[in-house]
Structures are given as C-alpha cells and as structure tokens.
C-alpha cells in the first residue's frame, strides 16, 4: 500500500468556501479512480482555512497514474492549487 496524507492550508479566508467544494466534487472523481483504496478529506474544526487529504493507494504507481486523471488534472492542480499552501506527508500506516 501506498499512503500519503497532505495538508491544504488556504491562502485567503476568502477562498475557503470555494476550496471545499472543489475538494468535495475531487472526492468521487478520485475514489473510482483504478488503484484508490481510500480518499477523503477533512475540513479541520480548529482552522477553518486547513483541509486534511488522506490517501489510500494499492501501488505508488496507482498514485502517480491518479495525477494524471481529471480529478487532478482538471480541478485539484488547476484551481486548488493555486488557492492553497501544500504540505505532503507520504506515511507508513502503524498497526
């Protein structure tokens, strides 16, 4: 499995609304992507500008096949990323 797990933190308050409904329309897009075990996002309750993306992927290729798909392609590089301050974290699940 290949795991990764990004903090989003929005640049202007402003944009806040308009980052999370980008990542919620992202959300389908990528779960029925081929390879996605799991992708959700968290709209954090103590900074409202902080989103918490945490992935789940068979293979690290499915992840890298992913950044070429619509979801990322089409919404999350083009009009997230611009909005947003990105912080990777590619983890190891501890069981």
């Not at 797990?5 to 409904?21: Q, R, Y």
């Not at 103590?46 to 890298?64: H, I, N, P, S």
Request: aromatic fraction near 10%; hydrophobic fraction near 45%.
């Amino acid at each position: 499995m290949f795991h990764i797990n990004v903090w989003l933190t929005v640049k202007d308050p402003a944009n806040v609304e308009t980052v999370a409904g980008l990542l919620g329309r992202q959300v389908a897009l990528t779960r029925a992507e081929p390879g996605c075990v799991r992708f959700d996002v968290y709209h954090s309750l103590a900074d409202a500008r902080r989103f918490l993306l945490v992935e789940c992927w068979q293979e690290k290729k499915d992840w890298e096949t992913h950044r070429t798909a619509k979801a990322f392609t089409e919404i999350y590089a083009p009009q997230v990323l611009p909005l947003v301050d990105r912080e990777p974290h590619i983890s190891t699940l501890v069981e």
